[in-house]
């Protein structure tokens, strides 16, 4: 009928994305049974990603939360997101300095009667009340929203002493006022040692943390995740690809032969390695959602599809990705920042320079990696030539060339 919006289809969507040369990942989405989270019979016939409960919050979200990288001129992704359940979007006041929250704001202008239906989330780096009270109050304005359903603290790295009584305190108070509905921190160094603390403490509603392939493996994090889960916190999992650190890493990577065959293998099965690393988190139950930075219409298509796929991953599948994750250990920065910053006599954030130099390599997001190197205090880029990163080096379980990267990145990011 003209002029009116025709729902996609599963049959539809299938043919959409295998002109876009993602026919290879349709194929499971014959099936009308989801793989991943719960959805009813009739979104089972429609492109809508599933959804889970987001720990004791009472609140289903999606599987796949939107990242926060799009502009204000990506409305139609915005459009397309909303249209494909994934219904879960994330920012933060630092995002594109501002203008991600503008852009949702702008979403929100022209379809307000869909603000209720998301779950928005928005962040802060800051553990000062005061300042919360003040960017909270910004970051709404910018939305054009009077709440956020989750307000997050921004890259805590020590939540014993970032998550003080004082913040707890302000936390109730923004709900009671109904700012925020729940509220809770993101980690991207030291994450177990935090999730470990919040699941203690008994105020923390959500936690979005850095889990893969190759984190989620390990011991501790097996463990901090059960902690969470049975204190009731949700958790979202990103940086889901785990990117390597520095350029010089890629012939660690895909070039290997390892990389090749692994992706061979499931290209063969219907789905792309990336989709493959997405599939592997949502595998545990206890993680709630996936947030996904989705930055067109390819990537959100290709993350919608591998949510609705229903196969599961083999054994032989997972050995893959964890035999790939050990040989590019030295790629890839684990966050475990006590262990190698310690070690170090210099103050120098080796995890979070880490990251940037990811930002930059594997993003190809200059201007961020830009922006939050230059942002490092004077002194910290003098001892990073200055350092003596031997012991550091020993101790890293990733063993990373720790001196060699950070060097690089001064040279790179001055
Ligand atoms: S450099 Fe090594 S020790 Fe330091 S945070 Fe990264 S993986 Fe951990």
Redesign the pocket.
Known sequence: MPGKTKKLSRRDFIKTASAMGLGSTLIPLSSSKMAYGSSSKKESEEVIVPKRPYGKTGVNVSILALGGVLNISDQLVFRQAFKMGVTYWDTADSYAWGNNEKAIGKYFTKFPNDRDKVFLVTKASTSNPQKLTEKLDASLQRMNTPYVDMYFIHYVSDAKDELTNDVKAWAEKAKSKGKIRFFGFSAH?NMENSMLEAAKLGWIDGIMMSYNYRLMVKDEMQRAVEACSNAGIGLTAMKTQASFSANFYASIGSETDDGMKMTENFLKKGYTTEQAKLKVVWENPNIASICSAMSNMTILQANVAASLNKNRLSEGDKQRLEQYAQRTAPG??????N???SLVDLNIP??DI?RYSMYNHSYGDRDTALRLFNNLPTDVKAYILKADYSK?EK????N?E?GKVLRKTLEELS
Do not use: F, W
Not at 332 to 337: L, P, Q, R, S, T
């Open positions: 160094k890839y920065c684990a966050g475990c920042a262990i190698c910053e080796i995890s880490l550091a101790y890293c379980p990733q990373i720790i």
